[in-house]
């Protein structure tokens, strides 16, 4: 959906690309990341206010609310938009506290950018999550193809959103294609609202505090990624031969399943005097457990190349080293 160039013609035919929700943990990294893939002018980065940065300096972008169609649909047609990155969503445990809201935004922001994309015929993406599984999901190498019943507003929202993306190819033709993200850890941007959450928090908190107390019980795995890995999984995807993609939406993705005590033994390793004790939240304890401890990615490795290059402790080094150099405070003080 996003390959560059024809056959032989030895030039880019580079696509125009929308993405929504740009200021979020993931658009805040896969905007530049596109931009300089694609070329800044081809990437028009929407969020629902502009915040001074890269996102909305380092290349067109535009305010946008999803559910508004009418601007969507207008967006799309002025910046001649051939591909949807479609980000805008309210994360698990936000959610949790307002079903009714959060239905609206994910459910409802998903239909009306899956509409704007038919018209236009534009290829689509869609972020699934491994919330679209639930208790009834079996937990140890979860298949790519199984049971589907999650118990969180979120993860229904994201059930529904793979069944959209799935009746829009059926039915329109329409080249969606999604993943079903683990639990991201990233410096750029702090996630806020998440379950996963406390994987980014625990290395602010280590650099600045020397000490973390997580809201997750030790012995809870789930599943994870570092950002540059996600990234990079969002671009292979999106380039793959279509032909070859038999699970379009949405393909099963991590690169490591952890629990609270394996990362602080993997900062212990260069901070010996970190600690970790625990606090746990039931609501987020709730949903971590009605998910699965570690999927099986197969389909993604077979059908289009994915190759996490990060494992924990390179993660780790790597994430102690940005937030060494940047300062702590950008993640501190958004704490869900
Ligand atoms: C969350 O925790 O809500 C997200 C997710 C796994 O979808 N990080």
Redesign the pocket.
Known sequence: ALRRGGPGDGYPAVKRILVTGSNG?IGAELVPYLRERYGAENVLATARRRVPGPVSEGGPFEILEVRDGRAFSGLMGSFGVDAVIHLAGV?????EADPQGSWDVNAGGCFAALECARERGAAFFF?????AFGPSTPPDGTPQVTIQRPT?I?GVA?VTGELLCDYYHLKYGLDTRGLR????ISYEAP?G?????YAVHIYYEAVSQGRYTSYIAPGTF??MMYMPDALEAVVRLMEAEPSKLVHRNAYNVSAMSFEPGQVAASIRKRIPSFEIDYAVDPV?QA??AS?PRSLDCSAARAEWGFAPKYDLDAMTTDMLEKIQKRGPTAGSGLHF
């Open positions: 943990q994360l698990s445990a936000r959610a972020p699934s999550s491994i919330a969180t979120y994201k993200f683990p639990g991201l996630p609202g998440g379950t996963t959450d789930m599943d987020r949903i971590a998910w």
